[in-house]
């Protein structure tokens, strides 16, 4: 297959991107397809311009954006997807995380393009990048999920500490349409409330204030509408925050989870309910938690989930018998057998 990879983009999450395109990079590659890196940023890359971007390490804290999101536009209105080194490809893998490569405006562009990519179409990725939106649909799905209430920038009355009181606390504080809890705060009482609100909203217009859920972190792949492996992530932090994520020895992942089986095939079950519930397609990895009573959570999912070779979906993948590049390659074969401008 001919493929151009895009990668890089202008969220707070580029150096993630910028990590699962390093591996997906030279996966794919030793399948013998050939690759095209393009950064949204910078458009395409060359092969000294690809080397530097793919060497780029995953930061401590996420990147400044500002200019990066001025980029991105000037390249896009220049004409990106017209460029022949693209408009020639057979499939557009996209190596992004969180912004416009996630919550479906960059789907939508391809589908006008009549180009075929990877993952879920404009529908499905704007629906689970909303975080309130997603939540109502697992609900009407019977994917439990934790209470909350939101905030938005544009309210002219402040959040609502009484309402917020009944969810009971501590309340996880996070932007509504943001990843790699990017701005996220755990609170423990209403004294630390309106400082969180506040660091929220510098990544979002919205808020999302919700029920903190005790228990074990796990997570689960899913891969053409099937489930792949249930995993557990016991991270150093009370949370699996940025920190724990991208630092190496920062948590523990455990594929498979030590789980009675009832449990993981719960988790499985409500997987594939999520996935089907925010209309997604091709990949997706769903993440919840688990309570000392044995109740599931679900916490969110993730459309473009993290794929370095240790990112959770490829081993939620490895531990149900996909190795890391036949992963790749299963997910780039299915954009292709899906006609262009099709949604969701």
Known sequence: MRIALFTGGSSAER????????????????????????????????????????????????????????AEQRVML???????????????????????????????????????YTGSGPLGSGLAMDKDIAKRLFLAAGVP???????????????????????????VVKPSK?????????????DGLDAAIREAAKHDDEVMIEAFIPGRELTVGVLDQDALAVGEIIPKHELFDYECKYTPGMSQEIFPADLPPPIAQEAQRLAVLAHQALKLRGYSRVDFRLTAAGALYCLEVNTLPGMTSTSLLPQSAVAAGIEFAE????????ALHLQPNRDP
């Open 178 to 190: 943001q990843g790699s809890t990017v701005g996220l705060s755990v609170v423990a009482g209403a």
């Open 15 to 70: 150096d993630v991107a910028v990590a699962s395109a390093a591996q997906v990079v030279g996966a794919l590659r030793s399948r013998g397809h050939v690759v095209t890196v393009v950064d949204t940023t910078a458009g395409v890359l060359g092969a000294s311009a690809e080397r530097s971007l793919l060497e780029t390490p995953v930061g401590a804290t996420p990147p400044n954006t500002a200019a990066l999101a001025i």
């Open 78 to 116: 220049a004409g990106l997807l017209a460029d022949p080194a693209i408009r020639d490809v057979d499939v557009v893998f996209l190596a992004l995380h969180g912004g416009r490569g996630e919550d479906g405006t960059l789907q939508h562009m391809l589908e006008v393009a009549g180009l075929r």
């Open 327 to 334: 992963l790749c390659e299963r997910i780039c074969l299915a």
């Open 145 to 171: 999920t934790a209470g909350w209430q939101m905030w938005s920038a544009s309210d002219t009355e402040p959040v609502d500490h009484a309402a917020v009181s009944r969810l009971g606390w501590p309340v």
